[in-house]
């Protein structure tokens, strides 16, 4: 038996390259990452072996104004004989903030992992919070603070961000992880409309304001201190709504334990 790992593997949006949980934790198996855009060359080869979907806003729900995602993926999978597994997960449409939980297309699943707290109902076993694995980078260790040189800094999303402030600017966009990490350890408050931004920032300590999220993945943020802004008028009071969240990452590194855990049980009992 296998594990196959995909994920948005050939991106050079640094958010999407750095989910897979094969970076991160050991497996009792051999593993294979691969990219969601070369999945369906694996149907043959999944059959009777265990997929790990995720992790990233990977479940797109098609709605008038994005109906171009990977729904329709997760439809197809359905016809597929083997194991799988949601890691890290979550609902991503575009231009809304209103939305369901997409339960007859998550079904085929036998463990989900969302990295948001919608959908997770004490009454389903086989889903959990499952935050992004990119928590267990060493990346995050050591000192948070003793590189501090401004006092906002603008994390852009790989497709740029509109804001009229004059602060240093970093974009997700062809740039590596430990780049990423160093720029928001020069920063006490992060501006940004990256998810992994406004994660890996909130996981540092560090105020966090998500400007104009286009997305329901932002709205669904279990980040305690992080708020979010709709326009460049409000800005002044985000900034000083937002605060400081000391316990994410010990927090987040547990509950991304804990899943690991429990795909290790779900392996053996196989």
Not at 147 to 176: C, M, Q, W
Request: glycine share 8%; hydrophobic share 35%; with cysteine.
């Amino acid at each position: 038996m296998k594990i196959y790992n995909a994920y948005i593997r050939n991106s050079d949006n640094v958010g999407e390259s750095t989910v897979s949980p094969l970076d991160y934790y050991d497996f009792p198996l051999e593993t294979e990452k691969i990219c969601l855009c070369d999945l369906d060359k694996y149907y043959g080869k999944l059959k009777g072996n265990i997929l790990i979907y995720g992790g990233g806003g990977l479940i797109h729900i098609p709605s008038p104004t994005y109906a171009n995602g990977t729904f329709g993926q997760l439809e197809e999978l359905k016809q597929i004989d083997c194991h799988k597994i949601a890691w890290g997960v979550d609902v991503n449409v575009h231009n809304t903030n209103a939305f369901d939980y997409p339960v007859q297309t998550m079904d085929q699943f036998d463990l989900v992992g969302l990295r948001s707290l919608t959908g997770i109902t004490s009454k389903d076993p086989k889903v959990d919070y499952a935050p992004c694995p990119s928590c267990k980078s060493s990346l995050f260790d050591g000192p948070a603070f003793s590189n501090l040189v401004h006092p906002i800094g603008i994390y852009e999303h790989a497709a740029g961000i509109k804001i009229d402030l004059n602060s240093p600017r970093f974009s997700a966009k062809g740039t590596t992880f430990n780049e990423a990490i160093h720029f928001i350890k020069t920063c006490r408050i992060i501006i940004t409309n990256s998810y992994h931004a406004a994660y890996w920032s909130w996981l540092l300590g560090r105020k966090v304001v998500v400007f104009k999220p286009f997305s329901t993945k932002f709205y669904t943020l279990p980040m305690p201190g992080v708020v979010l802004c709709n326009s460049e008028n409000d800005l002044p009071t985000a900034l000083m709504e937002a605060e400081e969240y000391d316990d994410g990452l010990e927090d987040s590194r547990a509950f991304s334990d804990r899943f690991y855990n429990m795909v290790l049980n779900y392996i053996e009992d196989l």
